[in-house]
């Protein structure tokens, strides 16, 4: 079973960058749609980013235009750049492979990582 670690998460101010990764290990992702959500407290899991295995994009409208999902199959990982980050942006940020559903619903997605804690402040 593929298991899934997000890193690169951080305390930044309102206006920087983080890059987030997703490495992936005990099988190959490079045939996988994979989704990046995000959860902050008291609030549900939500949709951020999905990347499809033939590198189509697809983002939510609160990131798009800011964030950008991409892939290194030669490294078993997908990334997710984000600039321009907004105090909003604050929540712990997943991610998944997509299994059976629509791309952007948490309940389509399994193999979740532990998440990767990321806090702008204003």
């Known amino acids: 079973q593929v298991q899934l670690v997000e890193s690169g998460g951080g305390v930044v101010h309102a206006g920087g960058s983080l890059r987030l990764s997703c490495a992936a290990s005990?099988?190959?992702?490079?045939?996988?749609?994979m989704g990046w959500f995000r959860q902050a407290p008291g609030k549900e899991r939500e949709f951020v980013a999905t990347i499809r295995w033939s590198d189509n994009t697809y983002y939510s409208d609160s990131v798009k235009g800011r964030f950008t999902a991409y892939r290194d199959n030669a490294k078993n990982t997908v990334y997710l750049q984000m600039d321009s980050l907004k105090p909003e942006d604050t929540a712990i940020y997943y991610c998944?492979?997509?299994?059976?559903?629509?791309?952007?619903?948490?309940?389509?997605?399994?193999?979740w990582g532990q998440g990767t804690q990321v806090s702008v402040s204003s």
């Open positions: 998944g492979i997509l299994r059976i559903g629509p791309y952007d619903r948490a309940t389509a997605y399994s193999d």
């Open positions: 005990g099988g190959t992702i490079s045939s996988e749609t």
